[in-house]
């Protein structure tokens, strides 16, 4: 029985990760094999769940180096599917990509500013969060 496999190119507008891989894989075009059938000498094809070879980028450390992964094709589908959802505007990207920082973590613990103040002060309105915080002020003028 042939091996019939699909090659493909998936394309991520950032960076993301899959799992079981420890490095964050930057934003691009990757180059996907999928084995659409079961390897001849598998013992049960029934059970045989598709593979996908991820082509990655070399590592500017290494850049002679080629490197692939293979996962299942549904990790690489829910990566797929986080990065469509990317679609978010600049400044609500942004405030995902600081709160995730932990040295910003830091600084907001050392101030006494929690997660919902800075996404209330993103959001525009004047309205407190659901954790009976007080919102932060805008100003000097602002009144409660």
């Known amino acids: 029985m042939d091996q019939i496999s699909n090659s493909t190119i998936a394309v991520f507008s950032r960076a993301f990760t899959l799992p079981g891989f420890d490095e964050s894989l930057p934003a691009g075009e990757y180059n996907i094999e999928t084995e659409l059938s079961a390897p001849p000498d598998h013992l049960d094809p029934?059970?045989?769940?598709?593979?996908?070879?991820?082509?990655?980028?070399?590592?500017?450390?290494?850049?002679?180096?080629?490197?692939?992964?293979?996962?299942?094709?549904?990790?690489?589908?829910?990566?797929r599917?986080?990065?469509?959802?990317?679609?978010?505007?600049?400044?609500?990207?942004?405030?995902?990509?600081?709160?995730?920082?932990?040295?910003?973590?830091?600084?907001?613990?050392?101030?006494g500013v929690s997660e919902a103040q800075i996404r209330h002060l993103y959001s525009g309105s004047n309205i407190s969060d659901a954790e009976g915080e007080r919102p932060i002020q805008k100003g000097p003028d602002h009144d409660e």
């Open 46 to 79: 029934e059970a045989w769940k598709a593979s996908v070879l991820v082509h990655l980028h070399p590592r500017a450390s290494h850049p002679g180096l080629t490197r692939s992964l293979t996962v299942s094709l549904a990790d690489l589908d829910r990566a």
């Open 81 to 111: 599917a986080r990065d469509k959802l990317s679609g978010k505007v600049f400044s609500q990207v942004y405030l995902e990509e600081q709160l995730a920082d932990p040295m910003v973590r830091l600084v907001m613990l050392a101030d």
